[in-house]
Antibody, heavy 120, light 108 residues
């Protein structure tokens, strides 16, 4: 059974870099034609796609966040990582990782999410 | 960016009722629409993809329909476990998929 688990600091100071990890268990991340997404949810902006990475390492980012975001894949650990720089209070949200089918491109497995608060 | 607008924001219904949730796209998204259910403290759960295909394990009381810009999720007979927030999502504008703001189903 595929499971995704996000982890990382729950509190980040303004202007610093947010770093999260998503660990996948139950299958190898590189065994199929999947994308691995980061999505966040906040009361103000709802569900917002941040970006994703394919098992080849190719990445795609939301244009609105592209300048501040980097996603990477560590296949040896079955993990993906998210780094978001220069955070502000507007980046406070629950952050999810999810598996996306290549096509049709829906997300069929999600992690439970991790709350990140940006505050001094 | 394709905007997805859901209506209504909140719907008060009784168990056993039939309910229809709407989602309008700001431009054509073909059949590339999914619906998700989210309960408090949980991640979204996939219900429907390709506008009308039920995901694995989803009960037949959930169905999807619509056109290139207007999608509908119908729950034929509401069960107690169906009270939740429902989101539509378009993936036509790959990879930038966007979600609606959600419709909350609450008990009348």
């Amino acid at each position: 059974q595929l499971q995704l688990q996000e982890s990382g600091p729950g509190l980040v100071k303004p202007s610093e870099t947010l770093s999260l990890t998503c660990t996948v268990s139950g299958d190898s991340m590189t065994s199929g034609n999947y994308y691995w997404d980061w999505i966040r949810q906040s009361p103000g902006k709802g569900l917002e796609w941040i970006g994703n990475i394919y098992n080849s390492g190719t990445t795609y980012y939301n244009p609105s966040l592209k300048s501040r975001v980097a996603i990477s894949l560590d296949s040896s650990k079955n993990q993906i990582s998210l780094k978001m720089s220069s955070v502000t209070a507007a980046d406070t949200a629950v952050y999810y990782c999810a598996r996306r089918q290549q096509w049709p491109s829906y997300s069929d497995h999600w992690g439970q999410g991790t709350q990140v608060t940006v505050s001094s | 960016e394709i905007l997805m607008t859901q209506s209504p924001a909140t719907l008060s219904v009784s168990p056993g009722e039939r309910v229809t949730l709407s989602c309008r796209a700001s431009q054509s998204v073909s059949r590339n629409v999914a619906w998700y259910q989210q309960k408090p403290g949980q991640a979204p759960r996939l219900l429907i993809y390709d506008r009308s295909t039920r995901a694995t394990g989803i009960p037949a009381r959930f169905s999807g329909s619509g056109s290139a810009t207007d999608s509908t999720l119908t729950i034929s007979s509401l069960q107690s476990e169906d009270f939740a927030v429902y989101y539509c999502q378009q993936y036509n504008d790959w990879p930038l998929y966007t979600f609606g703001q959600g419709t909350k189903l609450e008990i009348k």
